[in-house]
T-cell receptor, first 119, second 108 residues
C-alpha cells in the first residue's frame, strides 16, 4: 500500500519550453500532496503544498507563476515548469499524505522522482 | 522554526562494521520519520517513532527516539553494501522538516 507514482521519470527539453510532471497516489486518496526539489548530494527542499480543489501554497522564494501546480482530484497533482531554463534542471519529487490514514503521524509517501534536464 | 541536524553528513565504512547516525533538534517533535533514498529514486519510509524513549527494530537497523522527543538515532549492525544510500530524518506537522541527510557508503 501507499504507492505514489510520477511521470515522466526523466525528461529533456529545450530552454523556453514548458514541462508537466504528474504525481499520482495509486492506492490511496490524498487531499494534500507536496512537491520537492533536490539538488545533487543535498536534502529535499519543499517547493509547495498542493491542496485538492484549492490553490497551492508556495514556499518562500518559489515563483508560483513559474511552477504551476494543479491538484484536481484526490489522486493526481501536476507540476508544470513554465518557460524552463537550464537553472531549472533538477530532480523533482512529489509526496502524498493518506487522507484517511488514522495514525496521524504526518507520514508522507514519496514518488520515484523526475529528472528534468533543460538544454 | 523547527530544524533537524543530522550527523555525520558523510560516512564510508567497511562491510561488517557498525554505525550510528544522529538526528538532533532543539525543538520537540510529535513524531520523527527515517527515510532511505537511493540515487535517482524517491525516499522510502523506513520507520516512524512517536513515543519518547521508543526503540524500533527493522532487521539490522535500530531506531531510537530520545526521551524528550528532540532527537533520534539510527544504528546499523553489521553493515552491508545494500545499506548504501542517503538516510534522511524528518519531522513536523503539515509540512515535514528534513535533516541534511547522511550519505552512507558501505564498501565490500
Amino acid at each position: 500500500g501507499a504507492v505514489v507514482s510520477q511521470h515522466p521519470s526523466w525528461v529533456i527539453c529545450k530552454s523556453g519550453t514548458s514541462v508537466k510532471i504528474e504525481c499520482r497516489s495509486l492506492d490511496f486518496q490524498a487531499t494534500t500532496m507536496f512537491w520537492y526539489r533536490q539538488f545533487p548530494k543535498q536534502s529535499l527542499m519543499l517547493m509547495a503544498t498542493s491542496n485538492e480543489g484549492s490553490k497551492a501554497t508556495y514556499e518562500q522564494g518559489v515563483e508560483k507563476d513559474k511552477f504551476l501546480i494543479n491538484h484536481a482530484s484526490l489522486t493526481l497533482s501536476t507540476l508544470t515548469v513554465t518557460s524552463a531554463h537550464p537553472e531549472d534542471s533538477s530532480f523533482y519529487i512529489c509526496s502524498a499524505r493518506d487522507s484517511f490514514r488514522t495514525s496521524g503521524y504526518n507520514e508522507q509517501f514519496f514518488g520515484p522522482g523526475t529528472r528534468l534536464t533543460v538544454l | 522554526t523547527q530544524l533537524l541536524e543530522q550527523s555525520p553528513q558523510f560516512l564510508s565504512i567497511q562491510e561488517g562494521e557498525n554505525l550510528t547516525v544522529y538526528c538532533n533538534s532543539s525543538s520537540v517533535f510529535s513524531s520523527l520519520q527515517w527515510y532511505r533514498q537511493e540515487p535517482g529514486e524517491g525516499p522510502v519510509l523506513l520507520v516512524t517513532v512517536v513515543t519518547g524513549g521508543e526503540v524500533k527494530k527493522l532487521k539490522r537497523l535500530t531506531f531510537q527516539f530520545g526521551d524528550a522527543r528532540k532527537d533520534s538515532s539510527l544504528h546499523i549492525t553489521a553493515a552491508q553494501p545494500g545499506d548504501t544510500g542517503l538516510y534522511l530524518c524528518a519531522g513536523g506537522g503539515q509540512k515535514l522538516v528534513f535533516g541534511q541527510g547522511t550519505r552512507l557508503t558501505i564498501n565490500p
